[in-house]
């Protein structure tokens, strides 16, 4: 059971609803979607739709100096800021898939800058070229922030070796109940490994759990706080697991394709807005409707109502999403949305104010959560399927 958040916060929450109702941006209509403007557009990736997947870095000082990183399937991962401008590109050659990344990982160490650290923001890039998982450190200090570096001697020695080649997808968690973190893994033949990190002078990772999930596995979110795992079957929908390794294959289908909510295949990004009264909302991209690429929404809580369906304005064929409820400066003060805009070649990310999508669907906005903070204890963790 979650705990109910002080009374105190209730009003700034409903307060910051109502921003969102007066919020810049037309809001046009498609299909009965609302249609709804980004406000800046990354540069593109080297070739074709090689775009694909997005973690939202937030300073932890300065916030619209946070950054948005993404891999490049045929070249490596890119840093942009919030302009859209590109900052570093690295790994070059390597086809890198899905990632992700959580705050204060045990790593002892230095940045470039000569900053010691004991904790770092690390970001998981799954690494198809090597079949492995490889790992990064964020530095705050860089000049510009949000630039990142191996966690070990240059991308072998930042790379944790899989036991099957090829993976596809995946995302992180971070265990409420033992403070441990993990990154689980999707590959094509719908199977899903839970690989435990361990980090100290390096990262290491032991696979503890797998899953037969069914058809084509890529796209996954985990929810620290409730210990939920929701991962995409492109073909058949989104189902909810517990992410905690000893919750074994227990599941419930939160949303199917072809349903009235508008889900459409293949089932591709999904992301969480979090609010630190437990709630928050579940938002997944249907990306084989082409130009009518759209987003649905679900409530983070209980069972996952439906809460509506979007678009983003000009954005085609949306495969890797991100989404943050921390307000980043000036151009993002309700949140951010990043999603994958593959058309026209080469392809690149649209950035959305979250109050855009917030206010035609009546969602609520609360800018107090903070995402370096640890998930309580076990008291707040959820058995599997529940």
């Known amino acids: 059971m979650r705990r109910s958040a002080p009374r105190s916060r209730r009003p700034r929450a409903i307060a910051l609803a109502f921003l969102a109702a007066a919020a810049v941006g037309a809001v046009a209509c498609s299909r009965s979607f609302p249609d709804v403007p980004s406000s800046a557009i990354t540069g593109t990736c080297r070739s074709g739709d090689s775009c694909d997947d997005t973690a939202i870095w937030v300073h932890p000082s300065a916030p619209e100096r946070s950054v948005v990183i993404g891999d490049d ?50 970001v998981g890039v799954v690494n198809e070229s090597d079949g492995g998982l490889t790992f990064y450190k964020v530095d705050p200090d860089s000049a510009p922030p949000g630039r990142l570096e191996h966690v070990g001697e240059g991308l072998a020695g930042s790379t944790v070796a899989l036991d099957a080649p090829e993976p596809y997808g995946g995302c992180f968690y971070r265990s409420a109940a033992t403070g441990r973190y993990h990154f689980f893994v999707t590959w094509k033949d719908g199977t899903l490994s839970q690989v435990e990190l361990t980090g100290g002078r ?46 074994g294959d227990a599941r419930r289908l939160v ?67 991100d989404v943050t409820n921390v307000a980043l400066g000036p151009r993002f003060p309700h949140g951010l949305l990043v999603v994958h805009d593959a058309r026209p070649a080469p392809s690149r990310h649209r950035l959305v104010p979250f109050e855009r999508v917030a206010r035609p669907l009546g969602l609520v906005l609360d800018t107090t959560w903070d995402p370096r903070r640890p998930p309580k204890d076990g008291s707040s963790v959820r058995r599997p399927g529940g």
């Open 255 to 321: 949303d199917r394709v072809g349903s009235g909510t508008g889900l459409v295949a293949d089932v591709e990004g999904l992301g969480l807005y979090s609010r630190s009264d437990g709630g928050g909302y579940l938002i997944a991209a249907g990306q084989s409707s082409g130009a009518d690429t759209r987003f649905a929404v679900y409530d983070r809580s209980g069972n996952n109502a439906w809460r509506g369906t979007f678009r983003v304005r000009g954005t085609d064929s949306t495969d890797g999403l």
């Open 73 to 122: 399937k045929h070249d490596g991962v890119i840093v942009w800021s919030l302009r859209g401008d590109e900052l570093q590109r690295l790994d070059a050659g390597k086809a890198m898939n899905n990632l992700d990344l959580r705050y204060g990982f045990p790593l002892e160490g230095r940045f470039a800058t000569g900053q010691p650290h004991a904790t770092v923001a690390l």
């Open 202 to 247: 390096q990262v290491t990772g032991r696979v503890v759990r797998r899953l037969v999930v069914g058809g084509q596995l890529e796209a996954c979110v985990a929810d620290d706080v409730s210990a939920d795992l929701y991962v995409g079957e492109e073909k058949l929908g989104i189902w909810r697991y517990g992410a905690e390794p000893g919750d």
